[in-house]
């Protein structure tokens, strides 16, 4: 496995969680990484995104509450979630990107925020 992802759970709403990817297994050097996520019948959906030079972008819904942050040395990804919702429940899936485009994902990790 190239990208392996863990830190999913249930959570209260309100709760915080942090999520990691290690992608200490891929052959690939990875420009950008980042979270998806896909809940029950929608499409899967951009979370967070850093790239080698630590820029970020967040989807609208969670910004202020998410923080993505890497670690270039250890070819790791993390994304804080704090304040989570009801509707931040879902699959979320680690995926990195190459220079050339060469995309690879992470299995998911599910998140389920309910109280």
């Given at each position: 496995?190239?990208?392996?992802a863990s830190g999913g759970g249930l959570v209260q709403p309100g709760g915080s969680l942090r999520l990691s990817c290690d992608a200490s297994g891929s052959r690939f050097t990875l420009?950008?990484?980042?979270?998806?996520?896909?809940?029950?019948?929608?499409?899967?959906?951009?979370?967070?995104?850093?790239?080698?030079?630590?820029?970020?972008?967040?989807?609208?819904?969670?910004?202020?509450?998410?923080?993505?942050?890497?670690?270039?040395?250890?070819?790791?990804?993390?994304?804080?979630?704090?304040?989570?919702?009801?509707?931040?429940?879902?699959?979320?899936?680690?995926?990195?990107?190459?220079?050339?485009?060469?995309?690879?994902?992470?299995?998911?990790?599910?998140?389920?925020?309910?109280?």
């Open positions: 496995v190239q990208l392996q420009n950008i990484m980042g979270w998806y996520r896909q809940a029950p019948g929608k499409q899967r959906e951009l979370v967070a995104s850093i790239s080698s030079s630590g820029s970020t972008t967040y989807a609208d819904s969670v910004k202020g509450r998410f923080t993505i942050s890497r670690d270039n040395a250890k070819n790791t990804v993390w994304l804080q979630m704090n304040s989570l919702k009801p509707d931040d429940t879902g699959v979320y899936y680690c995926q990195g990107r190459t220079i050339t485009l060469i995309t690879i994902w992470g299995q998911g990790t599910l998140v389920t925020v309910s109280s």
